[in-house]
């Protein structure tokens, strides 16, 4: 046989086996019980059909999508695998990708839809937003898995239930599309990032319903600091930042369980999602260094979630986070990198590494999802996410810059660090110590620097106050955090735990 007809044989069967991913999917998403079966009992199969789905969602986008067509630069060499196959196509950014087509060529067919579409947005450094768009089938079947796995993770009590939406509202992704998924669970209202609205809907509606609080982190900090709501049945669903465990804990004194996701406006809305076992795995990691670093390597412990693998393949390069959406998409997303630090685990390998320590993950969850598990560290493209905005070395420094006394300043960096049990966004600041430089007024500047500079920060600001909750901390020349630049070519602007 040659190799051309070897090659037209492997297509075939990776289609026929890209055909039981999508069938797999369909009948996950039929209900609940379906739901629930196929996350306990398929995973390993899922593992097996992702790649290859991964190919055919690739090859329709070369034949569908003009600028991936154009990006891709003809057929792949052959491969003997699909994996080996996927490697050859070039990875995708916002710069080599998104910066370089326009929207419409980056759809299927070279064109917008006349109906049947969604745009939302995310803003870049400059402020100028980036604009996604979306197919309402593709939508609805992003709502419908967000509210089969919210269905999943709350009590089945018969208890009504009230979501209280306090994620940023407008053109942003989550915002909007938490509201439309979760109407499937319970009575929604979209409150945004406010917390007199939050509370003024509790004291309306009293506690005969449970309520669902979907939000950044440090919104649900601060609504608990705001009122006493223990004695309520609160649930929280979290998403666009990292939590660490210690706030985790701080939130779970008033709120029966938070749960966390994973995603991203310029990939795909609901990724990934904590589940009772990626929390108990992330919880023995934090304690546990061996077990940490049997699993995630040196750096700090990741935030840690579970993902369907016949909706996505996800590669590791470089230590970031290479994602293919094999789900039907108005605009595809192939072999895309949205700058997050992080990997994947197999399910088995992951247990199998708790078990060799005598750790048994049958303890939160007799019958886990036997998915693949995605850790995510944080972003690898030197910002930072608080409350929603994207925070980026260039607009902090010139923040510094503004600073009557900047030349008595010396290098800097930023980090998400734990700030009386909650991550807050630390700036670092290298000074003289005689410099008689205050803390507070170069926070102002920064501040004020951020505000003018970045469209989400200010949506952000002008939704909650805490999305200003910046600190900054004066060290000498070369210590603290700094000394980890000594002998640095490229100073680090954005630090982990791990790297202070």
């Given at each position: 046989m040659t190799t051309s007809l070897r090659m037209r044989a492997?297509?075939?069967?990776?289609?026929?086996?890209?055909?039981?991913?999508?069938?797999?999917?369909?009948?996950s998403r039929s209900n609940l019980a379906a739901f629930r079966w196929t996350a306990r009992h398929a995973g390993g199969v899922g593992d097996r059909l992702s790649a290859p789905a991964a190919v055919s969602?690739?090859?329709?986008?070369?034949?569908?999508?003009?600028?991936?067509r154009e990006l891709a630069g003809g057929p792949v060499p052959h491969a003997r695998t699909p994996q080996e196959w996927m490697a050859r196509l070039p990875v995708t950014t916002k710069r080599s990708y998104i910066d370089r087509w326009p929207i419409a060529a980056r759809c299927a067919g070279g064109r917008i839809p006349r109906q049947g579409c969604e745009l939302d947005?995310?803003?870049?450094?400059?402020?100028?937003?980036?604009?996604?768009?979306?197919?309402?089938?593709?939508?609805?079947?992003?709502?419908?898995?967000?509210?089969?796995?919210?269905?999943?993770?709350?009590?089945?009590?018969g208890r009504r239930f009230v979501v209280l939406n306090a994620f940023s509202m407008g053109a942003w992704a989550t915002g909007t599309n938490v509201a439309v998924a979760l109407r499937a669970?319970?009575?929604?209202?979209?409150?945004?990032?406010?917390?007199?609205?939050?509370?003024?809907?509790?004291?309306?509606?009293?506690?005969?319903?449970?309520y669902i609080v979907c939000g950044y982190p440090p919104f649900l900090r601060t609504l608990l600091d705001a009122a006493d709501l223990s004695g309520l049945p609160l649930y929280g669903?979290?998403?666009?930042?990292?939590?660490?465990?210690?706030?985790?804990?701080?939130?779970?004194?008033?709120?029966?369980?938070?749960?966390?996701?994973?995603?991203?406006?310029?990939?795909?809305?609901g990724v990934a999602a904590e589940t009772p076992v990626s929390v108990w795995l992330r919880q023995q990691a934090a304690a546990s260094p061996d077990l940490a670093m049997a699993l995630f390597g040196p750096d700090r412990i990741p935030m840690v979630f579970q993902y369907d693998p016949c909706d996505y393949y996800v590669e590791t390069l470089a230590g970031e986070?290479?994602?293919?959406?094999?789900?039907?998409?108005?605009?595809?997303?192939?072999?895309?990198?949205?700058?997050?630090?992080?990997?994947?685990?197999?399910?088995?390998?992951?247990?199998?590494?708790?078990g060799a320590l005598g750790l048994n993950p049958a303890e939160p969850d007799a019958r886990p999802f036997r998915l693949p598990f995605l850790f995510v560290h944080g972003r690898s493209d030197h910002t930072l996410s608080y409350m929603g905005a994207n925070l980026y070395p260039e607009d902090v420094a010139a923040g510094i810059g503004d600073h009557p006394r900047s030349d008595?300043?010396?290098?800097?960096?930023?980090?998400?660090?734990?700030?009386?049990?909650?991550?807050?966004?630390?700036i670092h600041v290298e000074t003289r110590?005689?410099?008689?430089?205050?803390?507070?007024?170069?926070?102002?500047?920064?501040?004020?620097?951020?505000?003018?500079?970045?469209?989400?920060?200010?949506?952000?600001?002008?939704?909650?106050?805490a999305a200003d909750d910046l600190q900054v901390r004066l060290w000498p020349p070369g210590a603290g955090p700094f000394a980890a630049n000594a002998g640095r070519i490229k100073q680090r602007q954005v630090i982990t735990g791990a790297a202070r």
């Open positions: 492997r297509y075939i069967r990776w289609e026929a086996l890209a055909l039981g991913a999508r069938l797999a999917h369909r009948a969602a690739a090859r329709k986008a070369m034949r569908t999508v003009p600028a991936y947005e995310s803003a870049g450094s400059s402020g100028a937003p980036y604009t996604w768009i979306r197919s309402q089938p593709e939508l609805a079947d992003v709502h419908r898995s967000l509210a089969l796995l919210a269905r999943h993770l709350l009590p089945d009590d669970i319970g009575t929604v209202k979209s409150c945004g990032p406010d917390v007199d609205k939050v509370l003024g809907t509790i004291a309306l509606l009293g506690d005969e319903p449970a669903f979290v998403g666009g930042e990292g939590m660490t465990e210690a706030a985790r804990a701080r939130l779970e004194r008033t709120f029966v369980k938070v749960w966390s996701a994973y995603g991203a406006s310029d990939l795909d809305i986070l290479v994602v293919t959406v094999t789900r039907p998409m108005l605009s595809p997303r192939i072999r895309y990198n949205v700058g997050d630090a992080g990997g994947t685990l197999a399910f088995d390998r992951a247990m199998a590494t708790c008595l300043l010396g290098g800097f960096c930023m980090e998400l660090a734990e700030v009386d049990d909650d991550v807050r966004p630390v110590p005689d410099a008689g430089v205050d803390p507070a007024e170069l926070v102002a500047c920064i501040r004020a620097r951020l505000a003018a500079s970045s469209a989400d920060y200010r949506a952000a600001l002008a939704e909650s106050p």
